[in-house]
């Protein structure tokens, strides 16, 4: 996946798995975008459980480089597979407000996350006002900011590093799990961020 939610075929697994429902028909051709509201990202491995990939009639496997991907993306962590990080993106969310539930969450996201003629949303914020951990879309590609420095997304792995450029730039990573992210709760990613 990639942080504007898009599902591509690449040889690299990466860090985090997750779903969005059945996206894919009986001959393996993926059909839609999502089929439910419920985005998750999960760990890899989960109590010994395996599954075959992409099975008829079975939800689609989504694989993530890491989780400030599978964030800008859309998606939460799973309140089952992840329920420290589920509760802490909870307790972010809320800015010590009441804990908002699942479907409360799942229902913003869902509205941030769209897309308007096939292309996904984005809201606007300079990049120096923004938290570390959130992505932003600069000249066609799509950048992490980590350490106050934009690194360039690879499905392999992050490459390029740059500086914080001056001026607005098009946030790919939905403004609710921006605020959360603000608010304390720290995705995780890919080693090669710090590299």
């Known amino acids: ?3 504007e939610g898009d599902l591509i075929a690449t040889e690299h697994r990466g860090t985090m798995y997750g779903n969005r429902g059945i996206l894919h028909n009986d001959d393996l051709v ?3 975008r999502h089929q439910v509201r419920r985005w998750l990202v999960c760990v890899l491995e989960f109590r010994g459980r395996r599954r075959r990939i ?3 009639h079975r939800y689609t496997e989504l694989f993530f ?3 400030a991907v599978a964030l800008a993306a859309g998606h939460r962590p799973c309140a089952e597979c992840r329920y420290p990080e589920y509760q802490q993106f909870r307790a972010a969310w809320a800015h010590s407000g009441p804990k908002p539930t699942a479907d409360e969450i799942d229902n913003v996201l869902h509205t941030e996350r769209g897309l308007i003629n096939g292309a996904r949303t984005t809201h606007q914020a300079a990049p120096d006002t923004l938290p570390d951990g959130v992505f932003i879309r600069h000249k066609e590609a799509n950048w992490l900011l980590h350490n106050r420095k934009l690194r360039l997304w690879t499905p392999a792995g992050y490459t390029e590093s740059r500086t914080l450029a001056d001026g607005p730039a098009d946030v790919l990573t939905p403004v609710s799990t921006v605020d959360t992210i ?4 720290r995705p995780g990613v890919h080693p090669s961020a710090n590299v």
Request: charged share 25%.
């Open 30 to 32: 993926i059909v839609r």
């Open 1 to 3: 996946m990639t942080p």
């Open 182 to 185: 603000r608010a304390g709760y």
């Open 65 to 67: 480089l890491d989780e």
């Open 54 to 56: 992409m099975q008829p």
